[in-house]
C-alpha cells in the first residue's frame, strides 16, 4: 500500500487541542447571534447546583443544551423528557470536550404559553395529593350569622358580594380582608389575609369565607394559581366559597376550595339566607316540629304501654329477690362446706409432705455423715503421715550417706580457695595464694608454697 504522505510546512500553524477548542467557540459565538430552535426534550438533568442539561431532537439530530440557575429560576414550569419546546439560546462550544451545545436564555413550551402549562403542572400534582377529593371538603353552613371576605377594597367584586348580602340578609356580620388580587405580591397578601381572618375567628367565630375578585385574563388570575395559597386553603378550618373571575374562568384555587361560585355575586347569595324566603322556611320549620312532636308523642305512648305491661308489684318482686337469696345463701353454705373439706385435704397432705422433707430429719442424716467423714479423714491422715514419715526417713539416709562430711570422716579434706569456692585439682591454686581445708574436727588455713601436678 502507497501512501499519500505531504511534507511538514515550517509555515503551518499548529494548535493544541484546547487552543483549537477554544478558537472553535470564538468562532462560533462571534458568526451566530441569540437565536430560536425547535425541539423535543430529551435526557432532562437538574443538578443540585440549580443548573439545566438536556438535548434538543427531531426526527434527524440532535445537540447538548444547558440553562444555567441565573436563568431557568425565572421560568414558570419545569420542561420534561418528550416535551416541545421553544428555546432562545446562543451557539457554543464546550471546550472540554470539543462538543457543539447551545446555551439556554428562556424556554417556553411549543404551541402552548408557560402559564398554562405551569396550571396544567400544578393542578396534576395537587389533584394526584388528593387536594381537590370531595370526601375532604367541608359543607357549607346554612345559617351564618358572620362572613369573611378576601379581596380588593377597589374591585368591583367587593361591592357586587356587599349588595348581594345586604339584599339577602342584612344582619349579617361582614369582616373584610383587604389584599392585593392581581400581581406579584398578591399571592403572599392573599395567603396572610386567610391566616389574619383565622386568627379573628379564634375569637369571633366566622362561619364561611369568601375569597375571589373579577374576571380577567389568565395573567390577570395567575395569583390564584399559586401553590402556597391552594395548600392554606386545603388545611383551613373554616368552610371557604371560591369567586373568582367569571363563570368560564377556573384557576387552582376553585377546585381546592369547599365550594366554587361562577362569581363574587353567586358566592354572596350561596353564603347567605335569604330573608323574603324567611316565612315560608319558618312555616315549613313549624310544619317539621309539629309532625316531629307528634311522632314523638305516639312513640312514648307506645313505650308507656308496654312499660305498664310489663310492670309488677314491687310485694311480689320483693318476694322473688327473697326466693333468690335463700337459694344463694344455701349454695354458699355448700360451696364452703366442699372448700372447707377440700382445703383441709390439702393441708393434711402438704403436713405430711413437709415432715418427710423437716429440717431435723434432714440434719440427723447429715451428722451422721459427717461423724463417717470425720473418721475417714482422720483415718487417711494418719495413713498419710505414716507414708510421709517412712519417706522422710529414707530421704533422710540416703542424703546422710551422699554428704561430703561422710567422706572427711574417712580422713580426707575439703579444699577452697581464697574466695571460698570448693577446689578439686592442683589446678585450682597458684604458688603463693591462701585457702583454707575442712577437715573432720575442724578447718586448717594455708599458703601454696609449692605445686606439683601428677605426671599422666
Known sequence: MVGNFQPHNADTQEYTVSALNGAARRLLEGHFQILWVVGEISNFTRASSGHWYFSLKDDNAQVR???FKNRNQFLKFIPKHGDKVRLRAKVSLYEGRGEFQLIGEYIEPAGTGDLQLAFIQLKAQLEAEGLFAPERKKSIPSQVKRIGVITSAKGAALHDILSVLHGRWAGL???IADTPVQGAEAPAGLTYALHKLARFHETAPIDIVIIGRGGGSLEDLWAFNNEQLARTIAAYKIPTISAVGHETDFTICDWVADARAPTPSAAAAMASPDHSKAPSRIHEALVRLSKGY???LKTKGTELRNSRARLRHPGELIEQRVLRIDELELRLKAQQSRLTQQK??????LF???SWHSPARNLRALNEQVLKLQTRLISGQQRLLSAHTGRHKQTEYVLHSLSPMRTVDRGYAILRNADGHVVTGVSGFA?????????KDGQINFE??????LNT
Open 65 to 67: 443544551c444547558a440553562m
Open 173 to 175: 356580620e361582614v369582616i
Open 294 to 296: 307528634t311522632a314523638i
Open 344 to 349: 383441709t385435704a390439702q393441708y393434711q397432705q
Open 352 to 354: 405430711k409432705r413437709l
Open 431 to 439: 604458688e603463693k595464694t591462701k585457702g583454707s581445708a575442712t577437715l
Open 448 to 453: 601454696v608454697s609449692a605445686i606439683n601436678p
